[in-house]
């Protein structure tokens, strides 16, 4: 039984049908921090179209917003599903028949359409409106105006207010109590960037406040997404939210982003180049639950961090609190490999294998060298009191869906990790 707080409907389009649908004529590209008319839409999306760049933008105008929302939910091509970190683990999680999901997240009518029947909403988290994300797409050569695409990308953006200030984390703290949940899911943090530094720290320690509310015995996974303030991952890192969680899922951008962040060890790697280095990822893993972890002299409950790249997945954890931790790596892989296929089990015909044949452990202390070898794709290694454990992933050739895909990963690790009662 597992339960989250962010949650939307994601409207996935193509960029050019809906700026014909709004009757908006091409114009030159042109970038805005933020939106407020069609006309900014449409010179964003073509800024952003012109350079095959993918970019998410906040839409001001709640009204102008709303029909331009309408008019993409109700075009005949267009899409929707499932929307929001939060949502898209309960919704994973409930393909499990034997589980109940609790959601907390500002859910409207079509939102509760496309949620499985084991998804629970408790009536307080039901609105009115839909909280739509609005993803427009385009392919590679496609023309609007003057402009052609280099390469496929989407633009993403939504006047989401809910979300961004997690209004429904109350709401979903106080069902705890009835509900009884065995796993608490918690996502949704990132949403918080675009609220002034002030409103923000403010809403942060109610959260903490509230997340402090939840039984020490039920255990909790924050599930990570990408953000750009430094000083705000900061403060959830050291001084308040990991500390109260047992779990951490994030993939290679957020892991180089927390070390940046906090000058860790790498820090000076300003990014990746190709497949993340295994030796430098688990050298942050370590780091992170050595320096933040649970401890004899540290008030910090965190014991489990779940990595996942397109290539490989690590599922590191400080001995003693979890079990099964092979099964579960090597479910998330498979989930990775199944849903971007859109298949229901691995097609050998559509996956590659892209990790690295052999690698080391570490780049800052005496490594191990690690070759693969497939008839036991789980890899196991230690470190002072951390254990890691390693697979490859097969990556699916020509994804069909890759949203979410971070979300799916997470739940079908959570579902095969047992958490042992503290």
Same mark, same amino acid.
């Given at each position: ?200 720290? @403010?809403? =942060?320690?109610? &959260? ?7 039984? !020490?015995?039920? #255990?909790?996974?924050?599930? +990570? ?124 015909? @559509?996956? =590659?294998?892209? &990790? ?7 780049? !800052?202390?005496? #490594?191990?060298?690690?070759? +693969? ?50």
């Amino acid at each position: 039984v597992s339960s989250s707080v962010n949650a939307c409907v994601d409207v996935v389009l193509s960029g050019v049908k809906l700026l014909e649908a709004l009757g908006l004529e091409p114009a030159d590209g042109k970038n805005h921090a933020v939106l407020s008319s069609g006309q900014d839409l449409g010179e964003a999306f073509t800024h952003f179209m012109q350079r095959g760049a993918a970019a998410e933008r906040f839409f001001s105008d709640a009204a102008a917003f709303r029909d331009i929302a309408r008019t993409a939910s109700e075009h005949p091509a267009a899409q929707l599903y499932v929307g929001g970190n939060a949502a898209l683990i309960g919704q994973k999680l409930a393909t499990n028949p034997d589980l109940k999901i609790l959601l907390c997240g500002p859910v409207g009518p079509r939102l509760h359409e496309l949620l499985d029947d084991n998804v629970v909403v408790p009536p307080e988290s039901m609105q009115e409106r839909d909280e739509f994300h609005l993803i427009l797409e385009y392919q590679a050569g496609e023309e609007w105006g003057q402009v052609r695409a280099p390469t496929a990308n989407r633009f993403i953006f939504s006047h989401d207010l809910s979300n961004g200030a997690l209004n429904m984390l109350e709401v979903f703290v106080s069902s705890l109590d009835e509900f009884q949940p065995d796993l608490v899911v918690l996502s949704g943090l990132h949403m918080m960037e675009g609220q002034s530094k002030e409103a923000r720290q @403010r809403r =942060l320690m109610e &959260a903490v406040a509230s997340i402090s509310d939840i039984p !020490t015995d039920i #255990p909790i996974h924050l599930e +990570l997404a990408s953000m750009t303030d430094q000083d705000f991952m900061s403060n959830i890192m050291h001084q308040q939210v990991f500390p109260l969680v047992n779990s951490i899922g994030l993939n290679e951008q957020e892991l180089l982003f927390l070390t940046q962040a906090a000058s860790g060890p790498h820090a000076s790697l300003g990014s990746w180049s190709g497949i993340p280095d295994v030796g430098v990822v688990s050298d942050i893993l370590f780091w992170i639950l050595k320096e933040h972890g649970k401890a004899a002299e540290r008030a910090s409950d965190l014991t489990r961090i779940h990595f996942h790249t397109l290539a490989y997945h690590i599922l590191a954890t400080v001995d003693g609190h979890w079990g099964n931790q092979a099964a579960a790596v090597a479910a998330g892989a498979r989930a990775a490999g199944t849903q971007a296929c859109a298949t229901d089990t691995i097609d050998t015909s @559509r996956v =590659l294998l892209k &990790a690295p044949r052999e690698f080391l452990t570490s780049h !800052t202390e005496a #490594p191990a060298k690690i070759s +693969l070898n497939p008839d036991e794709p789980v890899v196991h290694w230690h470190r002072e009191g951390i254990s890691f454990h390693f697979t490859p992933v097969l990556v699916c050739k020509d994804p069909v869906r890759t949203v979410g895909l971070g979300d799916a990963i997470s739940a079908e690790g959570l579902l095969y990790s047992e958490a042992y009662p503290q």
